[in-house]
């Protein structure tokens, strides 16, 4: 159980063109997930918390309009990286919360490579 | 903003040795947790304590949590080339907001 998937799991693009990460929640509810970027060999940056049926929560310093988040079921939550630039290259992972458990514990994806060219 | 900083940054060892790692954080938290991560891959979850508990075994791993120095570490014993991975701990800031706040990881590499 707690399985989280993602697709897809990497995308090349052409700079300004936007791409669409998706993150399901396969065998549970979750109705709070979570976005990070993940530079090569450095730690995971949580980029917004991504809550259904309202607007996500951003961190500082993450464009918003930039990077676009709907979660619009209880097991699906996207990210759009809109007009992506080539400093948007990274590892994008997202993660849920079982929506029954008290605890903090995150299921993560297997994570989306993004390279914009 | 890195809530933790771990240490070592790197570490390599022989299989069967023991692998220690440790955590170290800033604020107060709900609780503390560890993950793996192998190469190009999402987190695998290990395990979690409380900020109450002192000590908690999975397996082969042994968490140990103290508050008054804001410190964790993560034991591995009787290591495998498998265990080769990066470590994370993962804080949850009592006003967090149920978010995880990540340590800059340690990349273990167990040699056969």
């Known amino acids: 159980g707690a399985v989280v998937s993602q697709h897809p799991s990497w995308v090349i693009c052409k700079s300004g063109t936007s791409v669409k990460i998706e993150c399901r929640s396969l065998?549970?509810?979750?109705?709070?997930m979570f976005w990070y970027r993940q530079f090569p060999k450095q730690s995971l940056m949580l980029m917004a918390t991504s809550n259904e049926g309202s607007k996500a929560t951003y961190e500082q310093g993450v464009e918003k309009d930039k990077f676009l988040i709907n979660h619009a079921s209880l097991t699906l939550s996207t990210l759009t990286v809109t007009s992506a630039h080539p400093e948007d290259s990274s590892f994008y992972i997202c993660s849920a919360r079982e929506d029954w458990r008290s605890e903090d514990t995150q299921y993560f994806g297997p994570g989306t490579r993004l390279t914009v060219l | 903003s890195q809530q933790g900083e771990e240490d070592p940054q790197a570490l390599s060892i022989q299989e069967g040795e023991n692998a220690t790692m440790n955590c170290s954080y800033k604020?107060?938290?709900?609780?503390l947790q560890w993950y793996r991560q192998n190469s190009g891959r999402g987190l695998v979850h290990l395990i979690l304590?409380?900020?109450?508990?002192r000590e908690k075994h999975s397996g082969r791993l042994r968490v140990t949590l103290d508050t008054s120095k804001k410190s964790s570490s993560l034991l591995i014993t009787a290591s495998r080339a498998a265990d080769t991975a990066s470590y994370f701990c993962?804080?949850?800031?009592?006003?967090?907001?149920?978010?995880?706040?990540f340590g800059q990881g340690t990349r273990l590499t167990i040699n056969p």
């Open positions: 304590i409380r900020s109450n508990e």
């Open positions: 993962a804080t949850a800031l009592i006003q967090g907001a149920q978010k995880l706040v």
């Open positions: 065998d549970f509810q979750a109705t709070t």
């Open positions: 604020t107060s938290i709900n609780n």
